[in-house]
Protein backbone atom coordinates (compact mmCIF):
# COMPACT_ATOMS: atom_id res chain seq x y z
CA UNK A 1 0.00 0.00 0.00
CA UNK A 2 1.23 3.34 -0.86
CA UNK A 3 2.05 6.23 1.83
CA UNK A 4 -0.51 8.36 0.40
CA UNK A 5 -3.04 5.90 0.71
CA UNK A 6 -2.73 4.52 4.14
CA UNK A 7 -2.44 8.03 5.29
CA UNK A 8 -5.92 9.01 4.12
CA UNK A 9 -7.48 6.00 4.77
CA UNK A 10 -6.63 4.92 8.47
CA UNK A 11 -6.30 8.36 9.90
CA UNK A 12 -9.46 10.02 8.91
CA UNK A 13 -11.08 8.38 11.83
CA UNK A 14 -8.28 9.41 14.15
CA UNK A 15 -8.46 13.16 13.09
CA UNK A 16 -12.64 13.30 13.36
CA UNK A 17 -11.29 11.66 17.20
CA UNK A 18 -9.03 14.19 17.93
CA UNK A 19 -10.61 17.41 16.83
CA UNK A 20 -13.47 16.19 18.62
CA UNK A 21 -11.55 16.19 21.84
CA UNK A 22 -10.20 18.82 21.37
CA UNK A 23 -13.30 21.18 20.83
CA UNK A 24 -14.94 19.48 23.89
CA UNK A 25 -11.69 20.04 26.36
CA UNK A 26 -11.81 23.32 24.86
CA UNK A 27 -15.25 24.20 25.04
CA UNK A 28 -15.50 23.22 28.62
CA UNK A 29 -12.57 25.82 29.00
CA UNK A 30 -14.53 28.73 27.57
CA UNK A 31 -17.72 28.07 29.52
CA UNK A 32 -15.75 28.04 32.59
CA UNK A 33 -14.46 31.51 31.57
CA UNK A 34 -18.04 32.63 30.40
CA UNK A 35 -18.63 32.24 33.95
CA UNK A 36 -16.02 33.76 35.91
CA UNK A 37 -15.96 37.60 36.75
CA UNK A 38 -12.75 38.01 34.62
CA UNK A 39 -14.93 38.57 31.27
CA UNK A 40 -17.30 40.93 34.51
CA UNK A 41 -14.66 43.03 34.78
CA UNK A 42 -15.83 46.88 34.77
CA UNK A 43 -12.83 48.30 32.46
CA UNK A 44 -13.78 51.59 30.48
CA UNK A 45 -12.24 50.91 27.19
CA UNK A 46 -13.60 47.29 27.46
CA UNK A 47 -17.11 49.05 28.31
CA UNK A 48 -16.65 51.89 25.77
CA UNK A 49 -15.39 49.25 23.13
CA UNK A 50 -18.77 46.92 23.80
CA UNK A 51 -21.10 49.74 23.42
CA UNK A 52 -19.55 50.68 20.08
CA UNK A 53 -19.89 46.90 19.05
CA UNK A 54 -23.09 46.84 19.91
CA UNK A 55 -23.79 49.96 17.57
CA UNK A 56 -21.74 48.73 14.71
CA UNK A 57 -23.10 45.27 14.35
CA UNK A 58 -26.54 46.45 14.73
CA UNK A 59 -25.75 48.49 11.81
CA UNK A 60 -23.86 45.90 9.36
CA UNK A 61 -26.73 43.79 10.53
CA UNK A 62 -29.03 46.29 8.87
CA UNK A 63 -26.94 46.59 6.09
CA UNK A 64 -27.06 42.97 4.84
CA UNK A 65 -30.63 42.54 5.42
CA UNK A 66 -30.93 45.82 2.92
CA UNK A 67 -28.26 43.81 0.71
CA UNK A 68 -30.42 40.78 0.56
CA UNK A 69 -33.39 42.19 0.24
CA UNK A 70 -32.56 44.52 -3.12
CA UNK A 71 -30.99 41.05 -4.22
CA UNK A 72 -34.32 39.20 -3.75
CA UNK A 73 -36.15 42.21 -5.01
CA UNK A 74 -34.06 43.06 -8.39
CA UNK A 75 -34.97 39.77 -10.50
CA UNK A 76 -38.31 40.46 -9.44
CA UNK A 77 -38.40 44.12 -10.14
CA UNK A 78 -36.87 43.77 -13.32
CA UNK A 79 -39.47 41.48 -14.57
CA UNK A 80 -42.04 43.89 -13.44
CA UNK A 81 -40.55 46.59 -15.38
CA UNK A 82 -40.09 44.56 -18.69
CA UNK A 83 -43.90 43.60 -18.26
CA UNK A 84 -44.78 47.44 -18.14
CA UNK A 85 -42.68 48.24 -21.11
CA UNK A 86 -44.63 46.24 -23.42
CA UNK A 87 -48.22 47.28 -21.84
CA UNK A 88 -47.90 50.43 -20.44
CA UNK A 89 -48.83 53.82 -22.00
CA UNK A 90 -45.66 56.39 -22.06
CA UNK A 91 -46.31 59.26 -19.64
CA UNK A 92 -48.84 62.42 -20.26
CA UNK A 93 -48.73 65.31 -18.67
CA UNK A 94 -52.65 66.19 -17.02
CA UNK A 95 -54.71 68.42 -19.52
CA UNK A 96 -54.98 72.13 -18.69
CA UNK A 97 -51.73 71.72 -16.15
CA UNK A 98 -48.76 71.91 -19.00
CA UNK A 99 -47.33 74.71 -17.04
CA UNK A 100 -47.06 73.02 -13.99
CA UNK A 101 -45.07 70.21 -15.31
CA UNK A 102 -42.41 71.39 -17.66
CA UNK A 103 -40.83 69.34 -20.87
CA UNK A 104 -40.19 65.63 -20.54
CA UNK A 105 -36.56 65.39 -20.53
CA UNK A 106 -34.90 67.17 -17.70
CA UNK A 107 -37.98 67.53 -15.02
CA UNK A 108 -40.19 65.25 -13.02
CA UNK A 109 -43.46 65.29 -14.88
CA UNK A 110 -47.13 64.13 -13.77
CA UNK A 111 -47.87 60.48 -13.75
CA UNK A 112 -49.64 58.51 -16.07
CA UNK A 113 -53.23 59.62 -16.06
CA UNK A 114 -54.17 55.89 -15.35
CA UNK A 115 -52.47 56.72 -11.43
CA UNK A 116 -54.97 56.85 -8.38
CA UNK A 117 -55.40 60.71 -7.70
CA UNK A 118 -54.19 60.49 -3.85
CA UNK A 119 -50.81 60.30 -5.47
CA UNK A 120 -48.58 62.83 -4.77
CA UNK A 121 -47.22 64.36 -7.88
CA UNK A 122 -43.28 65.98 -7.91
CA UNK A 123 -42.96 68.86 -10.03
CA UNK A 124 -39.38 70.11 -10.06
CA UNK A 125 -36.38 71.07 -12.48
CA UNK A 126 -33.34 68.26 -12.12
CA UNK A 127 -29.87 69.44 -12.60
CA UNK A 128 -27.99 69.83 -15.50
CA UNK A 129 -27.72 67.13 -18.04
CA UNK A 130 -30.03 64.43 -16.15
CA UNK A 131 -33.20 62.85 -17.74
CA UNK A 132 -36.14 61.32 -16.93
CA UNK A 133 -36.54 58.21 -18.59
CA UNK A 134 -39.58 56.67 -17.13
CA UNK A 135 -41.88 56.85 -14.45
CA UNK A 136 -44.27 54.50 -12.34
CA UNK A 137 -46.52 54.23 -9.53
CA UNK A 138 -47.20 51.50 -6.98
CA UNK A 139 -49.62 52.44 -4.34
CA UNK A 140 -48.71 55.74 -2.79
CA UNK A 141 -45.58 55.77 -3.96
CA UNK A 142 -44.00 57.76 -7.57
CA UNK A 143 -41.43 56.35 -8.76
CA UNK A 144 -38.78 58.28 -11.33
CA UNK A 145 -36.05 56.53 -13.25
CA UNK A 146 -33.29 59.26 -13.98
CA UNK A 147 -29.90 59.05 -15.73
CA UNK A 148 -28.07 61.92 -14.81
CA UNK A 149 -25.13 63.83 -17.41
CA UNK A 150 -22.61 60.61 -16.45
CA UNK A 151 -24.94 58.73 -17.63
CA UNK A 152 -25.29 56.42 -13.86
CA UNK A 153 -28.85 55.70 -13.43
CA UNK A 154 -30.52 56.67 -10.31
CA UNK A 155 -34.00 55.84 -8.80
CA UNK A 156 -36.40 58.49 -6.61
CA UNK A 157 -38.69 57.41 -4.97
CA UNK A 158 -41.89 59.74 -3.31
CA UNK A 159 -44.13 58.94 -0.89
CA UNK A 160 -45.89 60.23 2.21
CA UNK A 161 -43.67 60.62 4.90
CA UNK A 162 -44.17 58.11 7.35
CA UNK A 163 -41.11 57.17 9.04
CA UNK A 164 -37.03 57.79 8.56
CA UNK A 165 -34.93 54.45 8.92
CA UNK A 166 -33.79 54.07 12.06
CA UNK A 167 -30.97 57.21 12.55
CA UNK A 168 -27.76 55.18 14.09
CA UNK A 169 -27.59 52.60 10.72
CA UNK A 170 -26.91 55.84 8.53
CA UNK A 171 -25.08 58.81 7.93
CA UNK A 172 -26.14 62.23 8.09
CA UNK A 173 -25.59 64.96 5.26
CA UNK A 174 -27.13 68.57 5.07
CA UNK A 175 -29.28 69.12 1.24
CA UNK A 176 -30.39 72.72 1.21
CA UNK A 177 -30.09 72.70 4.87
CA UNK A 178 -32.24 69.80 5.48
CA UNK A 179 -30.82 66.65 6.89
CA UNK A 180 -30.66 63.73 4.52
CA UNK A 181 -29.99 59.96 5.53
CA UNK A 182 -27.39 57.96 3.84
CA UNK A 183 -25.93 55.03 3.81
CA UNK A 184 -22.69 54.10 1.25
CA UNK A 185 -21.93 50.63 0.25
CA UNK A 186 -19.45 48.74 -2.23
CA UNK A 187 -22.31 48.10 -4.73
CA UNK A 188 -25.16 50.74 -3.85
CA UNK A 189 -25.89 54.10 -2.71
CA UNK A 190 -28.76 54.75 -0.68
CA UNK A 191 -30.35 58.50 0.32
CA UNK A 192 -33.50 58.98 2.79
CA UNK A 193 -34.53 63.14 2.87
CA UNK A 194 -38.05 64.22 4.06
CA UNK A 195 -39.55 67.62 2.94
CA UNK A 196 -42.50 68.67 4.65
CA UNK A 197 -45.30 65.65 4.02
CA UNK A 198 -43.25 63.65 1.76
CA UNK A 199 -40.08 61.34 1.85
CA UNK A 200 -37.98 61.05 -0.86
CA UNK A 201 -35.65 57.70 -1.32
CA UNK A 202 -32.94 57.80 -3.52
CA UNK A 203 -30.98 54.77 -5.12
CA UNK A 204 -27.98 54.37 -7.29
CA UNK A 205 -25.29 51.69 -7.75
CA UNK A 206 -22.78 54.74 -8.07
CA UNK A 207 -21.89 57.43 -6.18
CA UNK A 208 -23.73 59.31 -3.22
CA UNK A 209 -22.92 63.24 -4.60
CA UNK A 210 -25.13 61.94 -7.42
CA UNK A 211 -27.65 61.41 -5.14
CA UNK A 212 -27.08 64.97 -3.48
CA UNK A 213 -27.21 66.83 -6.74
CA UNK A 214 -30.75 65.34 -7.68
CA UNK A 215 -32.19 65.69 -3.18
CA UNK A 216 -30.82 69.25 -3.64
CA UNK A 217 -33.60 69.88 -6.48
CA UNK A 218 -36.33 68.73 -4.70
CA UNK A 219 -36.10 70.15 -1.32
CA UNK B 1 -43.25 37.36 0.37
CA UNK B 2 -40.25 38.68 -0.51
CA UNK B 3 -39.99 40.76 2.50
CA UNK B 4 -40.43 37.21 4.23
CA UNK B 5 -37.88 36.08 2.29
CA UNK B 6 -35.37 38.29 2.53
CA UNK B 7 -36.04 38.95 6.48
CA UNK B 8 -34.97 36.35 8.82
CA UNK B 9 -37.47 33.88 10.95
CA UNK B 10 -38.27 35.30 14.48
CA UNK B 11 -36.59 32.07 15.60
CA UNK B 12 -33.27 32.75 13.71
CA UNK B 13 -33.09 36.42 15.23
CA UNK B 14 -34.31 35.08 18.59
CA UNK B 15 -30.71 32.64 18.39
CA UNK B 16 -28.41 35.35 16.98
CA UNK B 17 -29.57 38.04 19.87
CA UNK B 18 -29.40 35.18 22.50
CA UNK B 19 -25.62 33.97 21.27
CA UNK B 20 -24.63 37.66 20.56
CA UNK B 21 -25.47 39.18 24.25
CA UNK B 22 -24.25 35.36 25.76
CA UNK B 23 -20.88 35.60 23.80
CA UNK B 24 -19.60 39.30 22.96
CA UNK B 25 -17.96 39.81 25.79
CA UNK B 26 -15.71 36.76 25.62
CA UNK B 27 -15.59 37.39 22.09
CA UNK B 28 -13.90 40.83 22.65
CA UNK B 29 -11.67 39.62 25.10
CA UNK B 30 -10.13 36.92 22.83
CA UNK B 31 -9.67 39.20 20.00
CA UNK B 32 -8.12 41.89 22.52
CA UNK B 33 -5.79 39.43 23.78
CA UNK B 34 -4.11 38.44 19.92
CA UNK B 35 -4.42 42.70 18.39
CA UNK B 36 -3.99 44.15 22.33
CA UNK B 37 -6.18 47.34 21.01
CA UNK B 38 -10.05 47.29 22.20
CA UNK B 39 -10.79 49.57 19.11
CA UNK B 40 -9.41 47.12 16.50
CA UNK B 41 -10.60 44.19 18.78
CA UNK B 42 -13.85 45.31 18.49
CA UNK B 43 -13.73 45.55 14.35
CA UNK B 44 -12.49 41.65 14.75
CA UNK B 45 -15.29 41.12 17.60
CA UNK B 46 -17.96 42.71 14.76
CA UNK B 47 -16.76 41.24 11.79
CA UNK B 48 -16.76 38.01 13.86
CA UNK B 49 -20.35 38.30 14.60
CA UNK B 50 -21.35 39.23 11.34
CA UNK B 51 -20.18 36.19 9.92
CA UNK B 52 -21.83 34.11 12.64
CA UNK B 53 -25.41 35.62 11.17
CA UNK B 54 -24.53 34.73 7.86
CA UNK B 55 -23.85 31.04 8.87
CA UNK B 56 -26.79 30.97 11.96
CA UNK B 57 -28.11 27.46 10.71
CA UNK B 58 -24.07 26.27 11.65
CA UNK B 59 -24.33 26.85 15.20
CA UNK B 60 -25.20 23.94 17.52
CA UNK B 61 -28.99 23.30 18.49
CA UNK B 62 -27.31 24.02 22.21
CA UNK B 63 -26.48 27.55 21.85
CA UNK B 64 -24.92 27.50 25.86
CA UNK B 65 -22.56 24.34 24.79
CA UNK B 66 -18.93 24.55 24.65
CA UNK B 67 -18.96 23.45 21.14
CA UNK B 68 -20.82 26.86 20.30
CA UNK B 69 -18.40 28.49 22.44
CA UNK B 70 -15.19 27.08 20.83
CA UNK B 71 -16.96 27.63 17.63
CA UNK B 72 -17.58 31.17 18.25
CA UNK B 73 -14.12 31.90 19.91
CA UNK B 74 -12.39 29.84 16.28
CA UNK B 75 -13.98 32.60 14.44
CA UNK B 76 -12.89 35.58 16.14
CA UNK B 77 -9.22 34.21 16.27
CA UNK B 78 -9.50 34.01 12.89
CA UNK B 79 -10.50 37.13 11.89
CA UNK B 80 -8.19 38.68 14.91
CA UNK B 81 -5.17 36.99 13.86
CA UNK B 82 -5.75 38.19 9.82
CA UNK B 83 -5.97 41.94 10.80
CA UNK B 84 -3.15 41.29 12.83
CA UNK B 85 -1.43 39.94 9.57
CA UNK B 86 -2.30 42.98 8.11
CA UNK B 87 -1.16 45.44 10.34
CA UNK B 88 2.11 43.71 10.38
CA UNK B 89 2.32 42.91 6.90
CA UNK B 90 4.32 39.34 7.90
CA UNK B 91 2.53 36.77 5.74
CA UNK B 92 5.52 34.00 5.75
CA UNK B 93 4.81 31.10 5.30
CA UNK B 94 6.69 28.36 7.12
CA UNK B 95 8.18 25.76 4.96
CA UNK B 96 8.21 22.76 7.37
CA UNK B 97 4.65 22.60 7.08
CA UNK B 98 5.36 21.20 3.68
CA UNK B 99 7.05 18.13 4.90
CA UNK B 100 5.62 14.66 4.53
CA UNK B 101 5.54 12.50 7.37
CA UNK B 102 6.85 9.09 7.63
CA UNK B 103 4.23 6.37 6.79
CA UNK B 104 2.60 5.59 10.02
CA UNK B 105 -0.56 4.66 11.45
CA UNK B 106 -1.72 7.46 13.65
CA UNK B 107 -4.09 5.70 15.88
CA UNK B 108 -2.31 2.80 16.74
CA UNK B 109 0.35 4.84 18.07
CA UNK B 110 -2.02 6.93 20.63
CA UNK B 111 -3.56 3.38 21.80
CA UNK B 112 -0.40 3.51 23.66
CA UNK B 113 -0.05 7.02 25.01
CA UNK B 114 -2.91 7.48 27.70
CA UNK B 115 -2.48 11.02 28.21
CA UNK B 116 -5.12 12.87 26.79
CA UNK B 117 -4.97 15.83 27.71
CA UNK B 118 -0.90 15.84 26.55
CA UNK B 119 -1.98 14.57 23.47
CA UNK B 120 -4.93 17.89 23.10
CA UNK B 121 -2.02 20.24 24.13
CA UNK B 122 0.46 19.22 21.17
CA UNK B 123 -2.76 20.41 18.84
CA UNK B 124 -2.49 23.79 20.09
CA UNK B 125 1.07 23.74 18.75
CA UNK B 126 -0.52 23.84 15.03
CA UNK B 127 -1.03 28.03 13.89
CA UNK B 128 -4.55 28.40 13.95
CA UNK B 129 -4.85 29.46 10.79
CA UNK B 130 -4.49 25.48 10.35
CA UNK B 131 -5.73 24.31 13.30
CA UNK B 132 -8.79 26.36 12.39
CA UNK B 133 -9.87 25.27 9.09
CA UNK B 134 -8.96 21.48 10.48
CA UNK B 135 -10.85 21.49 13.33
CA UNK B 136 -14.04 23.14 11.61
CA UNK B 137 -13.59 19.97 9.29
CA UNK B 138 -13.34 17.40 11.43
CA UNK B 139 -15.42 18.93 14.21
CA UNK B 140 -17.66 20.50 13.25
CA UNK B 141 -18.17 18.54 9.77
CA UNK B 142 -18.25 21.75 7.80
CA UNK B 143 -17.48 21.40 3.83
CA UNK B 144 -15.15 22.90 2.27
CA UNK B 145 -17.48 25.24 0.92
CA UNK B 146 -18.84 26.12 4.12
CA UNK B 147 -15.23 27.04 5.85
CA UNK B 148 -14.30 28.97 2.79
CA UNK B 149 -17.15 31.36 3.56
CA UNK B 150 -16.71 31.26 7.10
CA UNK B 151 -13.17 32.15 7.00
CA UNK B 152 -13.54 34.58 4.39
CA UNK B 153 -10.32 32.51 1.99
CA UNK B 154 -10.69 30.23 -1.16
CA UNK B 155 -11.83 26.79 -1.49
CA UNK B 156 -8.51 25.79 -2.45
CA UNK B 157 -6.85 27.48 0.15
CA UNK B 158 -8.77 25.30 2.80
CA UNK B 159 -7.90 22.58 1.39
CA UNK B 160 -4.15 23.29 1.44
CA UNK B 161 -4.35 24.76 5.01
CA UNK B 162 -6.50 21.32 5.89
CA UNK B 163 -3.71 19.40 4.24
CA UNK B 164 -0.93 20.95 5.52
CA UNK B 165 -2.10 20.40 9.47
CA UNK B 166 -2.72 17.13 8.43
CA UNK B 167 0.89 16.53 7.81
CA UNK B 168 2.12 18.49 10.83
CA UNK B 169 0.53 16.93 13.31
CA UNK B 170 2.23 13.62 13.00
CA UNK B 171 5.52 15.69 13.67
CA UNK B 172 3.89 17.52 16.36
CA UNK B 173 2.35 14.04 18.15
CA UNK B 174 6.11 12.41 17.73
CA UNK B 175 8.15 15.66 19.15
CA UNK B 176 5.77 15.28 21.70
CA UNK B 177 7.08 11.38 22.56
CA UNK B 178 3.91 9.54 20.62
CA UNK B 179 5.99 6.29 20.14
CA UNK B 180 5.95 4.81 16.83
Known amino acids: MKYQDSY???????????????????????????????????????????????????????????????????????????????????????????????????????????????????????????VVTKTDYDYDKMI???????????????EPFTEIPPEENFDQITVNGITAYYMSKKDYKIL??????????????FNVQDLVDIASSIV | MLLLLSFRTEEEKEKFEFVYNRYKKLLLHKAFDILRDYSLAQDATSEAFIRVYKNLNKLDDDLESGRTAAF?????????????????????????EFERPDSFNLEQSIISQNDISDLLKLVDQLKEELK?????????????????????????????????AKNKLPNILRKGGISL
Open chain 2, 132 to 164: TPFLLKYAYDLSYKEISKLLKISENNVAVRINR
Open chain 2, 72 to 96: LVMIVKNVSITMLKKRNRNESIDME
Open chain 1, 8 to 130: QGDNEAFFRSLASLYIEDEGEKLKHELETEYIEIDDIPQQTALYDLDKNVNKAISAVKLRQFVYMAAPVAACFLIALLYISKPAIPNNGTADTFPPLDTTIQSTPTSAPAEITLLSTKLPEGC
Open chain 1, 144 to 158: YYIRNAQNNNIVLVS
Open chain 1, 192 to 205: FVRNNDALYTLSSE
